[in-house]
Every structure is written in structure tokens, then in C-alpha cells.
């Protein structure tokens, strides 16, 4: 009971904390001033600071749920990423547009891009900035484990995980385990169960 109130009051006091520069970036509207605030709450250290980050996101991601944790140094570049219930985000991870289902875990060094399709090459060969109506939205279902130094670019499905350090480039089905670079998956539940 005490340890529930106590978590109320942090994350109550984080949202007080957090609304004056979640106002500044017009709540995730104004990008410069979202992605300076998102930088320096990824620098937040310790408990305290996974308050503040979840706080702050909960203000300004398209959704957020005050139940998830966000680690150090992990950021949103994007406020249309969603994130929901009971999410946990590791260390120095990066999530670009992307739904986030609830009970996920994600391990440290994860990049999340915002699909596979962000840069394009002109009639020289040179490479163009990101083109932000390429980007599309990545969706992990719920309950999916995402190994450290993982890169996802496609959806995963629910009940899913992903070792450590695949690159996920094709969409993985729901209740599969995936490997590699490119990611394959060797391990479906039907599989598993003898189907």
C-alpha cells in the first residue's frame, strides 16, 4: 500500500515537472522544441528520471501509459509513437513512429526505425535526408520480448521474441521466435506445440 502511494506521488509530482516544457513543444506539436526536451530528459539519471521521461511522453506521444518504464537514454524522435500499459524500454534505445503493445520488453541498444524506407538516392547516386512522408508506423503486438541491439524496421506480432542483435526487416508473425541478420524465424508456437 505505502509503496503504490509512494509511486502515485512520482509520478503525480514527474507530471507537474514535466508539463511546463511538455506546453513548450505545444504538447509534441512543435518538433525543435519536443525533441530538445526529449534529449534532455533521456540524460534523467536514475529512478527519478525514468519518472520524469514517462511523465514527459505520457504529455506529449500520440499515447503513453504512466504504468510503462522508459530507461536512460532512450528517446522518442517522433510524438506519434505510442507505448502502452506496462511497457519496459532499456537503456539507450531509440523509437521512431511506433506502437508499442502492452507488457512488451525491450532490451538495451533497441532501435526502432520508422520503417525501412526513410532515405532515397538521386539520379548522382547521392543519398537525400530522411523524407518524412516515407516514414511509415511499426507495430510490436503485445507481450513480445526484443533483444539487446536489436534493429526492428517491420511489424512484429504479439507473443513474439526477437533475439539479440537481429536485424528485422520483413515482418515476424505473432507468437514466433526470430534470429539473425536479416531476422528468420525458426520457432512458431504451432511448431512448438507439435502442429
Known amino acids: ?3 503504490r502511494a ?3 506521488a512520482l509520478s503525480g509530482a514527474s507530471l507537474l515537472v514535466s508539463f511546463p516544457p511538455a506546453a513548450v513543444s505545444a504538447f509534441g506539436r512543435w518538433t525543435a522544441a519536443y525533441e530538445l526536451f526529449a534529449h534532455v530528459y533521456a540524460l534523467a539519471p536514475g529512478l527519478l528520471g525514468d519518472y520524469l521521461r514517462i511523465a514527459y511522453y505520457k504529455l506529449t506521444l500520440a499515447e503513453c501509459s504512466l504504468s510503462s518504464r522508459i530507461s536512460f537514454g532512450s528517446f522518442f524522435p517522433h510524438p506519434e509513437a505510442r507505448v502502452g500499459p506496462h511497457v519496459y524500454i532499456g537503456p539507450y534505445c531509440i523509437v521512431g ?3 508499442i503493445g502492452e507488457r512488451t520488453q525491450i532490451a538495451s ?4 526505425l520508422s520503417g525501412r524506407h526513410q532515405h532515397s538516392r538521386g539520379a548522382a547516386g547521392g543519398l537525400s535526408g530522411a523524407r518524412r512522408d516515407a516514414f511509415s508506423a511499426v507495430t510490436i503486438g503485445a507481450d513480445c520480448w526484443i533483444g539487446a541491439g536489436a534493429i526492428i524496421m517491420a511489424d512484429v506480432g504479439a507473443g513474439s521474441t526477437i533475439g539479440a542483435g537481429p536485424v528485422v526487416s520483413r515482418p515476424i508473425p505473432p507468437l514466433s521466435v526470430a534470429v539473425g541478420s536479416p531476422a528468420r524465424v525458426i520457432e512458431q508456437a504451432s511448431e512448438a506445440a507439435g502442429h
Do not use: D, E, F, R
Not at 541498444?109 to 526502432?112: K, T
Open 6 to 8: 509512494l509511486k502515485t
Open 1 to 3: 500500500m505505502l509503496k
Open 109 to 112: 541498444g533497441v532501435q526502432i
Open 97 to 99: 513512429i511506433a506502437s
